[in-house]
Protein backbone atom coordinates (compact mmCIF):
# COMPACT_ATOMS: atom_id res chain seq x y z
CA UNK A 1 0.00 0.00 0.00
CA UNK A 2 1.15 3.42 -0.72
CA UNK A 3 2.50 5.94 2.06
CA UNK A 4 -0.25 8.31 1.25
CA UNK A 5 -3.14 6.09 1.66
CA UNK A 6 -3.91 6.67 5.67
CA UNK A 7 -3.97 10.30 4.97
CA UNK A 8 -6.17 10.85 2.90
CA UNK A 9 -10.03 10.49 3.08
CA UNK A 10 -13.39 10.76 1.04
CA UNK A 11 -16.25 12.25 2.16
CA UNK A 12 -19.45 12.01 0.89
CA UNK A 13 -21.90 14.75 0.90
CA UNK A 14 -25.42 14.38 -0.81
CA UNK A 15 -26.69 18.16 -1.03
CA UNK A 16 -28.64 20.48 -3.00
CA UNK A 17 -29.66 21.34 -6.69
CA UNK A 18 -29.22 24.98 -8.05
CA UNK A 19 -28.97 26.71 -10.79
CA UNK A 20 -25.64 26.30 -11.57
CA UNK A 21 -24.55 25.98 -15.77
CA UNK A 22 -22.42 23.23 -16.11
CA UNK A 23 -18.83 24.18 -17.22
CA UNK A 24 -18.56 24.37 -21.38
CA UNK A 25 -14.70 23.16 -21.11
CA UNK A 26 -12.80 21.11 -18.21
CA UNK A 27 -10.01 22.39 -15.82
CA UNK A 28 -8.13 22.03 -13.35
CA UNK A 29 -7.99 25.22 -11.37
CA UNK A 30 -6.86 26.78 -7.92
CA UNK A 31 -9.49 26.90 -5.99
CA UNK A 32 -8.44 30.05 -4.58
CA UNK A 33 -9.03 32.04 -7.85
CA UNK A 34 -12.53 33.34 -7.23
CA UNK A 35 -11.32 35.48 -4.27
CA UNK A 36 -7.56 36.49 -5.53
CA UNK A 37 -8.63 39.72 -6.90
CA UNK A 38 -10.70 40.96 -4.32
CA UNK A 39 -7.53 39.66 -1.81
CA UNK A 40 -5.09 41.84 -4.31
CA UNK A 41 -7.22 44.79 -4.29
CA UNK A 42 -7.77 45.12 -0.11
CA UNK A 43 -4.11 44.75 0.44
CA UNK A 44 -3.54 47.34 -2.18
CA UNK A 45 -5.94 49.51 -0.07
CA UNK A 46 -4.61 48.78 3.12
CA UNK A 47 -1.40 49.65 2.12
CA UNK A 48 -2.31 52.77 1.21
CA UNK A 49 -3.99 53.98 3.92
CA UNK A 50 -0.69 53.33 6.33
CA UNK A 51 -0.09 56.44 3.87
CA UNK A 52 -1.50 58.58 5.92
CA UNK A 53 0.50 60.22 8.77
CA UNK A 54 -2.45 61.32 11.29
CA UNK A 55 -3.38 57.33 11.78
CA UNK A 56 -3.19 56.50 15.69
CA UNK A 57 -0.98 54.05 17.23
CA UNK A 58 -4.24 51.72 17.05
CA UNK A 59 -5.58 52.50 13.87
CA UNK A 60 -1.95 51.54 12.59
CA UNK A 61 -1.71 48.21 13.91
CA UNK A 62 -5.08 46.86 12.63
CA UNK A 63 -4.43 48.18 9.55
CA UNK A 64 -1.11 46.15 9.53
CA UNK A 65 -2.98 43.20 11.34
CA UNK A 66 -5.19 42.96 7.87
CA UNK A 67 -2.26 43.50 5.57
CA UNK A 68 -0.45 40.30 7.17
CA UNK A 69 -4.06 38.64 6.82
CA UNK A 70 -4.21 39.23 3.30
CA UNK A 71 -0.84 38.67 2.67
CA UNK A 72 -1.34 34.79 3.97
CA UNK A 73 -4.57 34.02 1.79
CA UNK A 74 -2.67 35.62 -1.27
CA UNK A 75 0.07 32.96 -0.11
CA UNK A 76 -2.00 30.30 -0.16
CA UNK A 77 -3.33 30.71 -3.37
CA UNK A 78 0.73 31.37 -4.85
CA UNK A 79 1.92 28.33 -3.39
CA UNK A 80 -1.15 26.26 -5.28
CA UNK A 81 -0.50 27.96 -8.24
CA UNK A 82 3.01 26.39 -7.70
CA UNK A 83 2.10 23.43 -6.80
CA UNK A 84 0.04 22.20 -10.07
CA UNK A 85 2.28 24.27 -12.23
CA UNK A 86 5.02 21.67 -10.64
CA UNK A 87 3.16 18.75 -10.84
CA UNK A 88 2.21 19.79 -14.65
CA UNK A 89 6.03 20.23 -15.05
CA UNK A 90 6.40 16.51 -14.03
CA UNK A 91 3.87 14.42 -15.13
CA UNK A 92 2.09 16.60 -17.80
CA UNK A 93 0.12 13.32 -19.17
CA UNK A 94 -1.43 12.78 -15.45
CA UNK A 95 -2.06 16.42 -15.59
CA UNK A 96 -3.89 16.14 -18.72
CA UNK A 97 -6.03 13.35 -17.96
CA UNK A 98 -7.64 15.50 -15.46
CA UNK A 99 -7.38 18.96 -16.95
CA UNK A 100 -9.84 17.34 -19.50
CA UNK A 101 -11.99 15.51 -17.63
CA UNK A 102 -15.90 14.36 -18.21
CA UNK A 103 -18.84 13.02 -16.54
CA UNK A 104 -20.24 10.23 -18.09
CA UNK A 105 -22.45 11.96 -20.30
CA UNK A 106 -19.21 14.32 -21.63
CA UNK A 107 -19.87 17.36 -19.83
CA UNK A 108 -17.06 19.02 -18.51
CA UNK A 109 -15.81 19.25 -15.18
CA UNK A 110 -13.92 21.42 -13.16
CA UNK A 111 -11.45 20.30 -10.78
CA UNK A 112 -10.44 22.95 -8.37
CA UNK A 113 -7.80 22.48 -5.93
CA UNK A 114 -6.97 24.58 -2.27
CA UNK A 115 -3.60 24.50 -0.66
CA UNK A 116 -5.15 24.96 2.94
CA UNK A 117 -3.11 24.98 6.57
CA UNK A 118 -2.17 21.98 7.95
CA UNK A 119 -5.12 20.51 10.73
CA UNK A 120 -7.51 22.84 9.60
CA UNK A 121 -10.25 20.36 8.17
CA UNK A 122 -12.29 18.72 10.27
CA UNK A 123 -11.03 14.91 8.29
CA UNK A 124 -7.48 14.90 9.68
CA UNK A 125 -6.40 13.88 6.28
CA UNK A 126 -3.45 14.80 4.03
CA UNK A 127 -5.71 15.22 1.17
CA UNK A 128 -9.65 15.44 0.93
CA UNK A 129 -11.82 14.79 -2.35
CA UNK A 130 -15.46 15.85 -1.42
CA UNK A 131 -17.84 13.29 -3.39
CA UNK A 132 -20.90 14.70 -4.10
CA UNK A 133 -23.73 15.34 -6.72
CA UNK A 134 -26.78 17.03 -8.23
CA UNK A 135 -29.69 15.77 -6.13
CA UNK A 136 -31.77 14.04 -8.26
CA UNK A 137 -28.90 13.23 -10.74
CA UNK A 138 -25.84 11.14 -9.63
CA UNK A 139 -24.29 11.42 -13.00
CA UNK A 140 -23.61 15.33 -11.78
CA UNK A 141 -20.83 16.02 -9.41
CA UNK A 142 -21.46 19.25 -7.04
CA UNK A 143 -19.03 21.26 -4.70
CA UNK A 144 -18.87 24.10 -2.94
CA UNK A 145 -17.89 25.64 -6.54
CA UNK A 146 -21.25 24.98 -8.60
CA UNK A 147 -22.40 22.05 -10.33
CA UNK A 148 -20.18 20.20 -12.50
CA UNK A 149 -17.24 21.08 -10.12
CA UNK A 150 -14.67 18.72 -8.07
CA UNK A 151 -13.54 20.19 -4.19
CA UNK A 152 -10.28 18.91 -3.33
CA UNK A 153 -8.16 20.50 -0.79
CA UNK A 154 -4.58 19.55 0.33
CA UNK A 155 -3.01 19.66 3.54
CA UNK A 156 0.60 22.02 3.17
CA UNK A 157 2.76 19.22 3.85
CA UNK A 158 5.88 18.41 2.14
CA UNK A 159 4.16 15.47 0.31
CA UNK A 160 1.92 18.16 -1.11
CA UNK A 161 2.44 17.08 -4.77
CA UNK A 162 2.41 13.06 -3.60
CA UNK A 163 -0.80 13.82 -2.02
CA UNK A 164 -2.06 15.83 -5.13
CA UNK A 165 -1.62 13.18 -7.76
CA UNK A 166 -3.13 10.57 -5.29
CA UNK A 167 -6.09 12.97 -5.07
CA UNK A 168 -6.50 13.56 -8.48
CA UNK A 169 -6.62 9.62 -8.86
CA UNK A 170 -9.71 9.56 -6.95
CA UNK A 171 -11.24 12.43 -9.56
CA UNK A 172 -10.16 10.49 -12.75
CA UNK A 173 -12.22 7.49 -11.69
CA UNK A 174 -15.24 9.27 -9.76
CA UNK A 175 -16.01 11.77 -12.12
CA UNK A 176 -16.95 9.73 -15.07
CA UNK A 177 -18.09 6.42 -12.45
CA UNK A 178 -20.36 8.76 -10.21
CA UNK A 179 -23.34 7.23 -10.05
CA UNK A 180 -21.92 3.72 -9.98
CA UNK A 181 -19.05 4.71 -7.45
CA UNK A 182 -22.07 6.42 -4.86
CA UNK A 183 -23.40 3.25 -5.11
CA UNK A 184 -19.75 1.21 -4.44
CA UNK A 185 -19.36 3.90 -1.43
CA UNK A 186 -22.53 2.96 0.77
CA UNK A 187 -21.98 -0.67 0.40
CA UNK A 188 -17.82 -0.09 1.15
CA UNK A 189 -18.52 2.45 3.60
CA UNK A 190 -21.88 1.89 5.36
CA UNK A 191 -20.53 1.03 8.87
CA UNK A 192 -16.87 2.77 8.95
CA UNK A 193 -18.38 6.32 8.71
CA UNK A 194 -16.73 7.04 12.10
CA UNK A 195 -13.02 5.76 10.82
CA UNK A 196 -12.66 8.58 7.99
CA UNK A 197 -8.93 7.29 7.36
CA UNK A 198 -10.26 4.31 5.52
CA UNK A 199 -13.00 5.94 3.81
CA UNK A 200 -11.80 5.69 -0.41
CA UNK A 201 -9.65 2.66 0.47
CA UNK A 202 -11.40 -0.21 1.10
CA UNK A 203 -9.19 -3.08 -0.94
CA UNK A 204 -12.13 -3.56 -3.52
CA UNK A 205 -13.17 0.42 -4.11
CA UNK A 206 -11.62 1.33 -7.39
CA UNK A 207 -11.22 5.24 -6.23
CA UNK A 208 -8.88 3.83 -3.60
CA UNK A 209 -6.91 1.99 -6.72
CA UNK A 210 -7.11 4.54 -8.97
CA UNK A 211 -5.62 6.81 -6.18
CA UNK A 212 -2.85 3.96 -5.65
CA UNK A 213 -2.14 3.77 -9.43
CA UNK A 214 -1.62 7.49 -9.96
CA UNK A 215 1.06 7.73 -7.23
CA UNK A 216 2.83 5.11 -8.96
CA UNK A 217 2.93 6.65 -12.20
CA UNK A 218 3.57 10.26 -10.38
CA UNK A 219 6.38 8.69 -8.10
CA UNK A 220 7.93 7.19 -11.37
CA UNK A 221 8.20 10.77 -13.44
CA UNK A 222 9.00 12.34 -10.57
CA UNK A 223 12.17 10.40 -9.88
CA UNK A 224 13.00 10.76 -13.43
CA UNK A 225 12.25 14.67 -13.16
CA UNK A 226 14.15 15.25 -10.10
CA UNK A 227 17.81 13.26 -11.80
CA UNK A 228 17.14 14.77 -15.19
CA UNK A 229 16.24 18.55 -13.99
CA UNK A 230 18.19 21.24 -12.64
CA UNK A 231 15.12 22.81 -11.24
CA UNK A 232 14.80 22.40 -7.87
CA UNK A 233 11.70 21.22 -6.29
CA UNK A 234 10.48 23.52 -3.16
CA UNK A 235 8.59 22.78 -0.55
CA UNK A 236 5.03 24.29 0.17
CA UNK A 237 5.90 25.33 3.47
CA UNK A 238 9.28 27.22 2.21
CA UNK A 239 7.16 29.19 -0.50
CA UNK A 240 4.57 30.00 1.58
CA UNK A 241 6.86 32.09 4.16
CA UNK A 242 8.81 33.12 1.33
CA UNK A 243 5.97 34.71 -0.71
CA UNK A 244 4.40 36.07 2.69
CA UNK A 245 7.36 37.80 3.60
CA UNK A 246 7.76 39.15 -0.15
CA UNK A 247 3.92 40.75 0.15
CA UNK A 248 4.50 42.10 3.76
CA UNK A 249 7.74 43.63 3.08
CA UNK A 250 6.50 45.15 -0.18
CA UNK A 251 4.48 47.51 2.70
Not at 87 to 100: G, K
Not at 171 to 181: A, D, E, N, R
Not at 199 to 214: I, M, T
Request: charged share 20%; hydrophobic share 35%; with cysteine.
Amino acid sequence: MEKICPSHSVMILFVITLVFSVPSSAAIKNGYERDIYEAEELLEHFKSLLDNNSLSSRERRLITSNIAMLANSISYYEVTENLLSQFRTIAPDLYDEVNAITDKHGRAVNVYIKIIPKNSTTVKAWGITYLSHVRNDAHTYQSEYGVGTVSVKIWMVNEALFVLAHELGHVKYQVPHLSTYIRDYKKFYSTSLDNFFYLGHHPNDPSGKSANEYVKRFRKEYVYYVRTSREKIQSPLVLHGRFRRNFIARV
